[in-house]
């Protein structure tokens, strides 16, 4: 019924703009944001970086379009965003998600 769903982005202001469009939409109901350190390879190089890290909470019908939107307004190539189901919590917290993304 609920996801939790996390992204990477570029930058603190990337990933501040991407949550608020999706407020603005109703798509989440909250997103909480961190600098985080990344090593991978992209294109056979070996990279490191300074990344924001974002996890947002929303329901799981909006799950879909969340993610093509964020695919349409981020600035990397291949973004990562992954979801994982929310089976229990705060029921009161729960509630308060579903109204905020109606």
Same mark, same amino acid.
């Not at 990933?15 to 961190?34: E, G, P, R």
């Given at each position: 019924?609920?996801?939790? +769903?996390? !992204?990477? =982005?570029?930058? /603190?202001?990337?990933?501040?703009? &991407?949550?608020?469009?999706?407020?603005?939409?109703?798509?989440?109901?909250?997103?909480?944001?961190?600098?985080?350190?990344?090593?991978?390879?992209?294109?056979?190089?070996?990279?490191?970086?300074?990344?924001?890290? +974002?996890? !947002?909470? =929303?329901?799981? /019908?909006?799950?879909?379009?969340? &993610?093509?939107?964020?695919?349409?307004?981020?600035?990397?190539?291949?973004?990562?965003?992954?979801?994982?189901?929310?089976?229990?919590?705060?029921?009161?917290?729960?509630?308060?998600?579903?109204?905020?993304?109606?």
């Amino acid at each position: 019924m609920f996801n939790s +769903v996390y !992204m990477t =982005t570029s930058s /603190e202001d990337e990933a501040k703009d &991407i949550v608020k469009k999706l407020l603005d939409k109703k798509l989440i109901a909250c997103a909480n944001m961190f600098p985080i350190s990344s090593i991978y390879y992209w294109e056979d190089k070996l990279c490191d970086d300074s990344e924001f890290a +974002v996890i !947002m909470k =929303t329901r799981a /019908e909006l799950l879909d379009e969340l &993610i093509e939107q964020i695919k349409r307004i981020h600035s990397y190539e291949v973004p990562c965003i992954v979801s994982w189901d929310i089976s229990k919590g705060n029921e009161e917290y729960l509630r308060w998600i579903e109204k905020e993304t109606m």
